[in-house]
């Protein structure tokens, strides 16, 4: 028989925790000048709480996605700490960094949905299907 999950883990409660410090963190704390291009998107903490992984977007069209990855990456210890200390856990998080590529997905799918012509409102759709009146041979 398959356990059931219940609503709401305690994982999911710290995440809330967790992402609220994350951007805190990354934002006002690291002196990195391409940590104010950052944005915490999302945390999944692991159910023993040993770690957590950590989407980011970058707000600056420019920032190349590989520098704040290598950014982050060097923070991380730094970031654990912090939290560790903050959210008073028991051990210290092992942060894994992903880039969220959901926003410039979606601009994609937009910019294609954009360059298809739409229907005309004017035009009937293809009546040779749908027609009633149609003479039945």
Request: aromatic share 6%; glycine share 2%.
């Amino acid at each position: 028989m398959r356990r059931q999950r219940l609503p709401f883990r305690r994982a999911e409660r710290i995440g809330v925790h967790v992402i609220e410090e994350l951007r805190n963190l990354v934002g006002y704390e690291l002196a990195d000048p391409r940590a104010s291009t950052t944005e915490i998107t999302r945390v999944e903490v692991a159910d023993d709480l040993k770690s957590a992984r950590v989407w980011y977007r970058i707000s600056a069209s420019d920032e190349d996605d590989t520098d704040v990855a290598h950014m982050l990456e060097r923070a991380s210890t730094y970031l654990a700490n912090a939290l560790r200390e903050t959210l008073d856990l028991r051990y210290r998080m092992d942060l894994h960094f992903r880039f969220d590529a959901g926003l410039i997905n979606a601009e994609r799918i937009e910019r294609a949905l954009a360059t298809v012509t739409p229907a005309r409102l004017d035009e009937p759709p293809d009546s040779d299907a749908n027609d009633e009146d149609a003479p039945t041979p």
